[in-house]
């Protein structure tokens, strides 16, 4: 029973042409369900036919981040909660091709969450994965904006005084185009929803619960990532097209997922060339300007 | 559109616009940026010039994500850039820290106002010199150039796109607010007559392709999204494929590489100007606004018989070391008036290592040093002598 | 068959079989395929791999009917499932 | 002090004025249209209106190292505040010019030359206060000598947005009407020129 | 006609005793809205009856946020963007008292709208009243994340490409639990809903719709602050209590102004002290760990 | 809760840990933090051990909002301190520097990690030295400690606050992985015998109080939020009243006091140890984790019969010029050992004015100088002597 | 009268009598108070204040029934209304 | 080279095992309860868990000066990697231990000290894998004379939480009988003390 040496398989893994296997074992957890997602990302790349050289992948810092050194895509892993801004340039300077950014919770909604919504806001065209795990994975497991009420964490030992956003909720107000929540079980619908926000134009936001075991789940005995991420399944219940706002995470009664919002808006790049163009009428319609004195109701 | 890109003729135009024709003839053509005085005329321009020469402005939320969308659209193959003053400058040193890392070519012009905090937000200061030497945490190295006329916003802002694409690193532009607002004749040449670096692409195929394996000179070629070389680029400690490790052998290779490069090529790097230096015995060593203080000072000196000489540096970083050692056993003392109260007077002191005397003309900022207390620093270093 | 829903593809599509790959040294044994394998083609082994965790190992391997679940789901890349040919 | 060959121009006042566009249009008209050397710089207040505020131009047959006035040979007095803090700084013989309406001048220098004009009713006559600043240039192009008039004139062309290029015009020449008969007056009168009597 | 000696008149102006007298004039624009908002924000505070000593007011940089070095009280002109966390600090250092937090659209949603989302998640006490000028007037104009699409400014000369936010969605969205909005010219609603919203505990926003002549009004000939402000007042409608989602801001039909949320919630420190005393049963309530194979639906 | 504030007694404890316990022994009250390696412990333990203690810990939403959230809490009466490591510590530069300019008393605790950008997280570096001094814009002065162990790592927190209170200003802890993470001995004091300075508040009536007007010492006393003083503080240049006035003569003003207050008091300011200094024609001049190499490398060569001295820099901001200057006329030469490419080394050439050699002995990071090299380099500046 | 509206309170309360003050070198001119007054107490001075404004003359002093909405509307603290004494 | 006095110990393995809370239980039980000087300093890289990982203690009756351990007496290896990756550091007549399941060795130096026990295995009948660190450190207690066998074990004991005490504290009589054991058959073989016939 002593440690024994793997047998390499003949044939390759599907994805491995997505990945750099040279990095690989990724840093991620047994149990983990970044690995789940990633793997996911990659099934909906392939899936959304994209011309392979023409994705590129953008994270922030953090457990997920690290996603964008495993994948073989032209892959930038930029600073702490800068991925979306460093998106934003990395598109208006190449229009052409598909631009995800997979990060994690407090990347993305923590030092990351002006840039979220103001890149939802303009509509820039990304698509934004975010694995949600309740906690910052990479630095040990301290609260989070997505960190429950109450559950325990390195720096919440007793229970996190705050309480969380509802991320597809501050998607969705902030203007993105497309916005779903899965758990990392959701492997079908998790890769559909990615490959669908992909096919989008405009801010698409795929937010996913996934277990950390090794931090939040430990600190709050949900046992290994296996028993978390079904606890997160079991108590899932799908309600697609539902306002996002209801789109709750209460995890007393249920963790609502589904796909919230799809629509269509158009872009920034859309709206700076419509603009330029100089053909629209000066803003705005009519402003009774100097319009003689007209006594309002100022109360 | 029909709009020029290189505005070839004489202008009479103040430092912000002289820096965007610069930037654009230097062929930016993507800007990110957030309005701050007195930097502001450098987006203001930015976003009128670029949409109608197929460039793209775009105000981001902050200066955090200005200076990451500037790495962005850098890595998505558009040369780009960036403008602030002091509050914004130390917001963006982050990904300043960033763009070092990842060899990102860049500009980031720092129109300087005094500080520290908001201070005086119209009026003129030089207080980051030295932030911008060392106000990214980590070591590195930078290049940072200090115009001291709206003519040299536009050439210097030419030569730093010029040194980021060579050396591959956000080249700074330290101008201030003065230079910045004030308006003066600005001569553009005609396009072709404008030396441009181009980005240096790979020269071998996507297999053979490790991102940060330097050419001979200490630099690598540069792969864009899209270009089919799949590269990964990360802020971690990297190889030369760019993959993270995470040890003290791999972080010393890198820094060796982002250090080297630049200290191995100072002398393609550092500009100075001298004048009336041939037998100085005084020399004033200035940069940017300080330097037209300093100019007159030196020229009033002389016409009262002096021995002062100026010696003006273009760029700031990497600092002139070689050049200050011999000047400091040719010259009973070195002054500089500086609009601060000593930073680069420091490295100046350090390299004439007490072959001469080294005198700081300090200045809290809100106006500039009048020549006259230039020239009284002069006349005291001379009666000193 | 336990599924807990009933796949919409399940009675119109033949069910193909499948051959299930597994690459040791890249498994942290987390469980997952195994738990969620539909076919209980896999159980856990009693050995570690290098990096100390335990790998799934075949147990049942004519039950598999290549659904490419546990390829999918497993988070480092350490299973997949092929199209069982003729000759395997 | 400056060197001899430099020209300082001190025009003074306050935020919306237009003082610094007035200075930017002076020293185009040098450094383009008259192929002189010029420099503007401007000092203003946190005010994006009604601060105080400046435009200093310097002009020269030379290069200009230092950009700032220090002494000006020129200062233009566009309020009451911007006349009560630079008054001090104008040189021996310098050329004093105010608005008659917003300053009220104490004692003078009996070495200054000294006009006042009414630009702002002026330009309100004309239809907008807004352009004061270019009566105030026209009056300043046949008081002094800085620039030449048609390099003025240009100047002030190519600076005002196209569709008020008419109206500028205009306030321009009334500027310059005023000032060229202030002189005759002043040239008839032949002496006392350090009063303006419409003071 | 010539210039002429204002008199002192012998009554001191009733706000006098909350102004820094040696302060005045101030530095806004004649027409500018900011001097009327801040005449509200003052009889406000006097109206809720607070001990002035006890009331604190925190800015950020702007035009707007020049109103902390007029009012005489503590009052902290802090850093672009950050009023709300230094307001965050000096709350929970000193939990007695009122604060307010008075500045500008750009410092509270562009720069400093990450600290805007997260006060109003955690449901920080204090009080924010935001003028809205849609643009950023001290820097002299350029586009905001208020800026109408197509409007004019100095960095969207030829009209603004980015859409913008609904301020008040984006507090309604993070959880503040007052949000109303008005122009500047409902003075006595805009007085009442400041006061009210100092009454409340927790993170409170009142928006102000507010004219910018010197910037915004003049790139878009929207004519003189008198004009502005009433083209402004002319196009409100109120719609008290509608979901904040639909009270937009559309120049061709209407600018929804009202008050939109007005509910309970505890507020940072009462959670705080409430997980702190170590009586709320561990989270989560049950998660099913470890409870043997049981099979899921993954799709 | 009837939770300790002080542990008196012996701990083995790391150095994250210990700064906090110092922190709050100082009477620290209020931590505004965001975790990252290597100073997530401090952030940690603070949010255990204040909610008991009548303290605050919030966890903000980024290192931004920790510094001015950490402002705020000194401006409502708590000390208040914050922690962080390199691309934290860059983050919070503006705010850093808003604190200096409102003279705001509270504590930086920076665990320094090999850089640039994200560089090692997990690993070793010095590389922030510069950045400490320099890295918020305009001029200023600041103060910094770097303990070389946990005990240090609990005294020098002490000290940091009670720096933070006599001069108010932030003070900076610049501390390093090893030294955040090793664990040792730590002895707390019984807590009377723990010196604390406290606040300085007002001694006269509001009408009568300036809140930037200086007692002779050139610092101010300081106000509350609450304490019926209305005081107005700005990041604008400002003068004894803090009112913001917008010229030069109120800015050489401000910058002068918030200057000339650390300039002025060096000596009260600045703390070093010596070891082996009597006789040495070398000396070793070190600080924080490197100080421990250096010493050990010291001993060594006095074990070889070599004249080696070690100067341990408690105080590394302001730099100890003149003990510098003073020493470099009585030794062959001074060898610096740093986890960077040279930063504080530049000060010491600086100092020393060519009176006697120095030599940097650099290092990348992401381990520490083996006492061996520090040996070598003592042989060899031995033998360059 | 000419009020939009007609407030809540104009018939269960007395119209009181104002007097109305201004603070001319605080004006900026911007005409708010003469706009919104709700009796037309004000007009525009030809005169300019030491900054270069134009700020309101009392006209109908009589008219003022200090309702205040002077005072609080004035962005420049530059105008306000007290109860009118017998005296005055 | 560390100065004589000084007592150099590597323990080695991977994240998740515990590893640093073993050495910082031996550092605890050195400097607080046999009153000597300690320090801990551990490396790992970014996993949080499963990448290598180690926890260097000095153990000394002087002040220590360098804190890392250049050439360990004492090496505990727990994992395949660990050992691979560290085996080389060992000093002449070194102590090397490993367990049983995880590590195969190679070739060893004569000179050594070697023993192996199945900690994991031991750690996992008692309940939980978790606690083979503390095992291990029984082992240890065992097999060398760093700390005092009561110092180490109240340093556990009062290093884990409340609830698992007396789990660990089987934990670590588990693993000193284990060492104890070994010991008396070593000193019964009298000889061979080279290789530990168990692995
Ligand atoms: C500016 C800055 N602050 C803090 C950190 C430390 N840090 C790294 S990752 C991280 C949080 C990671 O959490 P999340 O984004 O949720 O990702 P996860 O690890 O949970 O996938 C933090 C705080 C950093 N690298 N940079
Ligand atoms: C870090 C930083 N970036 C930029 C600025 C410049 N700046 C000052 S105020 C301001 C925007 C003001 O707009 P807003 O907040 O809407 O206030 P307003 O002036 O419109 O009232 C900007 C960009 C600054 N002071 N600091
Ligand atoms: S720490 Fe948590 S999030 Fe990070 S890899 Fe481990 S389980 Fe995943
Ligand atoms: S492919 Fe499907 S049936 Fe086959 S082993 Fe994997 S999960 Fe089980
Ligand atoms: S899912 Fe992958 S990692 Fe997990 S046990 Fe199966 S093969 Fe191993
Ligand atoms: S610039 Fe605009 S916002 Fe600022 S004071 Fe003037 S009118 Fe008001
Ligand atoms: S108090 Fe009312 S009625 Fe009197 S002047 Fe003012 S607005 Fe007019
Ligand atoms: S509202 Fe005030 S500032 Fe405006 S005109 Fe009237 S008095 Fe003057
Ligand atoms: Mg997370
Ligand atoms: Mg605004």
């Not at chain 1, 030092?111 to 934004?128: L, Q, S």
């Not at chain 2, 005094?114 to 930078?142: C, F, K, N």
């Not at chain 4, 104008?90 to 009996?110: A, N, S, Y």
Request: with cysteine.
């Amino acid at each position: 029973m002593g440690a024994k040496r793997g047998r390499k398989p003949a044939l390759r893994h599907p994805q491995d042409d997505l990945l750099r296997t040279d990095r690989i074992p990724h840093i991620w957890c047994s149990g983990c369900g970044i690995g789940t997602v990633f793997s996911c990302v990659l099934s909906a790349i392939k899936k959304s036919g994209h011309p392979l050289d023409d994705v590129a992948m953008v994270s922030g810092i953090g457990c997920t981040g690290r996603m964008a050194g495993y994948v073989k895509l032209d892959s930038y892993h930029t600073t702490h909660g800068r991925a979306i801004p460093f998106a934003t340039g990395l598109r208006l300077a190449r229009p052409q091709g598909k631009i995800l950014v997979c990060s994690g919770d407090g990347d993305l909604l923590a030092i990351g969450g002006n840039h979220f919504i103001h890149a939802a806001r303009r509509n820039i065209d990304i698509t934004v994965v975010c694995v949600n795990n309740f906690n910052y994975g990479m630095t040990g497991g301290q609260l989070a904006p997505s960190t429950p009420f109450n559950a325990r964490t390195t720096t919440s030992p007793i229970g996190c005084p705050e309480e969380p956003f509802n991320f597809c909720h501050m998607a969705a107000a902030s203007g993105a185009v497309y916005v779903a929540r899965w758990t990392a079980l959701h492997i079908r619908r998790l890769t559909d929803s990615i490959s669908e926000a992909l096919q989008k134009r405009g801010f698409s936001f795929v937010e996913v619960l996934s277990p950390c075991p090794t931090s939040f789940g430990r600190r709050n005995k949900m046992g290994k990532g296996l028993d978390i991420v079904k606890y997160y399944h079991d108590k899932s219940v799908i309600r697609n097209n539902i306002d996002p706002k209801e789109a709750t995470l209460d995890f007393s009664t249920n963790l609502v997922v589904g796909k919230f919002v799809d629509i269509e808006r158009p872009t920034f790049l859309d709206n700076y060339q419509l603009i330029n163009k100089r053909e629209l009428p000066a803003w705005p319609a009519s402003t009774d300007k100097g319009a003689g004195k007209k006594a309002a109701g100022l109360v | 559109m029909a709009a020029k890109t290189v505005l070839t003729g004489t202008h009479f135009m103040n430092g912000d616009y002289a820096c965007c024709e610069g930037a654009i003839a230097a062929g930016c053509r993507f800007f990110g940026g957030y309005p701050i005085t007195p930097a502001t005329e450098v987006a203001e321009r930015m976003s009128s010039r670029l949409p109608d020469i197929g460039g793209i402005y775009i105000q981001m939320e902050d200066e955090l994500a200005s200076m990451a969308a500037v790495l962005g659209a850098s890595w998505g193959g558009m040369k780009a850039m960036t403008s602030t003053s002091g509050p914004g400058f130390s917001l963006m040193m982050e990904n300043i820290g960033l763009g070092i890392c990842t060899e990102t070519p860049c500009v980031v012009c720092n129109v300087q106002r005094a500080g520290p905090s908001t201070g005086l937000p119209t009026l003129v200061g030089q207080g980051d010199m030295m932030q911008a030497r060392w106000g990214s945490h980590g070591h590195y190295e930078i290049i940072a150039v200090a115009p001291s006329s709206p003519q040299e916003m536009f050439d210097f802002t030419i030569r730093a796109f010029n040194l980021s694409e060579q050396y591959r690193l956000p080249v700074m532009i330290m101008a201030d607010e003065v230079v910045g607002h004030m308006t003066e004749k600005v001569v553009i040449p005609p396009e072709d007559s404008i030396e441009l670096v181009p980005r240096r692409r790979p020269a071998v195929p996507p297999e053979k392709f490790r991102p940060f394996k330097p050419d001979p000179d200490g630099v690598a070629p540069m792969a864009s999204f899209g270009d089919g070389y799949r590269v990964h680029i990360t802020g971690l400690t990297h190889d030369q494929r760019g993959y993270p490790v995470m040890d003290a052998i791999a972080q010393e290779d890198m820094v060796n590489r982002i250090v080297g490069k630049i200290r191995n090529n100072l002398d393609d790097i550092i500009r100075y100007e001298t004048a009336d230096m041939d037998d100085a015995e005084i020399a004033v060593v200035a940069y940017g606004i300080a330097a037209r203080s300093a100019r007159r000072a030196v020229r009033e000196a002389r016409e009262k018989g002096l021995r002062a000489g100026l010696l003006k540096l273009n760029t700031v970083w990497p600092f002139p070391e070689k050049l200050i050692r011999e000047l400091a056993g040719n010259v009973h003392a070195m002054i500089m008036p500086e609009i601060n109260y000593g930073q680069m007077v420091l490295e100046l002191e350090r390299c004439a290592a007490g072959r001469c005397t080294v005198r700081l003309v300090p200045h809290a900022g809100g106006s500039i040093h009048s020549p006259k207390t230039v020239l009284n620093a002069i006349e005291t270093a001379l009666k000193e002598a | 068959m336990k599924y807990w829903r009933t796949p919409l593809d399940l009675h119109t599509i033949q069910v193909s079989k499948g051959k299930v790959v597994i690459i040791e040294e890249r498994c942290k044994g987390c469980q997952l395929c195994i738990q969620y394998c539909p076919r209980d083609v896999l159980e856990m082994s009693k050995a570690f791999n290098p990096k100390g965790y335990h790998y799934p190992e075949v147990v049942n391997e004519s039950q598999c009917v290549n659904c490419h679940f546990c390829e999918v789901l497993c988070p480092d890349f350490a299973i997949f499932s092929v199209e069982a040919t003729e000759k395997q | 002090m400056a060197p001899q060959h430099e020209k300082e121009i001190l025009i003074t006042g306050f935020g919306g004025q237009g003082i610094v566009l007035a200075g930017n249009i002076l020293g185009k008209a040098a450094a383009i249209h008259d192929g002189k050397h010029a420099t503007l710089t401007q000092s203003y207040g946190p005010e994006a209106r009604g601060g105080s505020c400046s435009a200093q131009v310097m002009i020269s047959d030379e290069e200009i190292l230092f950009p700032y006035v220090e002494q000006p040979q020129v200062l233009v007095c566009m309020s009451q505040e911007s006349y009560t803090k630079n008054i001090g700084l104008l040189g021996p013989g310098g050329l004093l010019i105010w608005d008659t309406d917003l300053v009220q001048t104490g004692e003078h220098d009996p070495n200054w030359v000294t006009y006042s004009i009414p630009a702002t009713r002026f330009a309100e006559e004309l239809g907008s206060e807004m352009m004061a600043n270019i009566v105030m240039l026209g009056f300043l192009s046949a008081v002094s000598d800085l620039v030449s008039v048609e390099a003025l004139r240009q100047a002030v062309l190519s600076s005002v947005p196209p569709q008020t290029k008419d109206k500028n015009a205009k306030a321009f020449e009334r500027g310059r009407e005023y000032g060229e008969a202030i002189l005759k007056s002043v040239a008839m009168q032949d002496e006392s020129r350090n009063r303006d009597d419409k003071t």
